[in-house]
């Protein structure tokens, strides 16, 4: 398997239910970032966590690192029918500051 | 808020032919990447770029591709002689500082090139 594991693959929710992606890695990092793509839309940066950090949260964003399984997880609480989205977790590695990216979790919230 | 632009959004080109993706960092930001996206697929790393060079590419970065700096604002990436393979969104992204400072990526909305 790949550095950067999302589960599930997709993720379909009632709005105002909770929504948890889940991202695994194979190597030591620097820090995990998580991003939001829209359809056919560019990465937007949501949240970073350095290797030294548990947990962190942003809004309605809470994310969870927990590096000696490898595994990241990322909270929406509260989702809402914007969030439908693909997330990503994207690990840095080196100093150059190279992501590399998981397969990414579609999340479909229905209102 | 500042942000990364990058033209054309779609360009449509035949196979062999040379194409020049076109980005813009965000103007103090110092280290500049590719990344490029096959369509359903992961956000592929191709380059980073800092200080006017290459600082690492991947496999999929070979002969056909190179990246400029031309001037204090543009980050261009050239296919010399494009394949149907090459087809893809490829997005540009710009950071203040590398890995070892933890700043995020900044990335732009996309070119997404179609080889015919």
């Known amino acids: 398997s790949q550095q950067g594991e999302e589960d599930p693959q997709a993720l379909s929710i009632q709005e105002g239910e909770n929504a948890t992606m889940n991202c695994s890695y194979k190597t030591s990092i620097n820090n995990l970032q998580w991003y939001r793509q829209n359809s056919g839309r560019g990465l937007v940066h949501l949240i970073l966590i350095r290797s030294n950090e548990r947990e962190k949260h942003s809004g309605r964003l809470r994310v969870t690192l927990d590096t000696s399984k490898k595994s990241s997880s990322l909270l929406i609480t509260a989702s809402r029918a914007a969030d439908t989205a693909s997330y990503f977790c994207?690990?840095?590695?080196?100093?150059?500051?190279?992501?590399?990216f998981g397969q990414g979790t579609e999340l479909s919230v229905k209102p | 808020e500042p942000e990364v632009t990058q033209t054309p959004s779609h360009q449509v080109t035949q196979m062999g032919q040379e194409v020049i993706l076109r980005c813009v960092p965000i103007s103090n930001h110092l280290y500049f990447y590719w990344y490029r996206q096959i369509l359903g697929q992961k956000v592929e790393f191709l380059v980073s770029f800092y200080n006017n060079e290459i600082s690492e590419k991947s496999e999929i970065f070979d002969d056909q591709f190179s990246v400029e700096r031309p001037d204090g604002s543009n980050f261009t990436l050239k296919i010399r002689s494009t394949k149907l393979e090459d087809s893809a969104m490829y997005f540009c992204?710009?950071?203040?500082?590398?890995?070892?400072?933890?700043?995020?990526?900044?990335f732009g909305n996309g070119t997404r090139l179609t080889v015919t």
């Open positions: 994207a690990t840095n590695v080196n100093q150059g500051g190279k992501l590399i």
């Open positions: 992204a710009s950071s203040p500082s590398g890995g070892s400072y933890n700043s995020p990526l900044h």
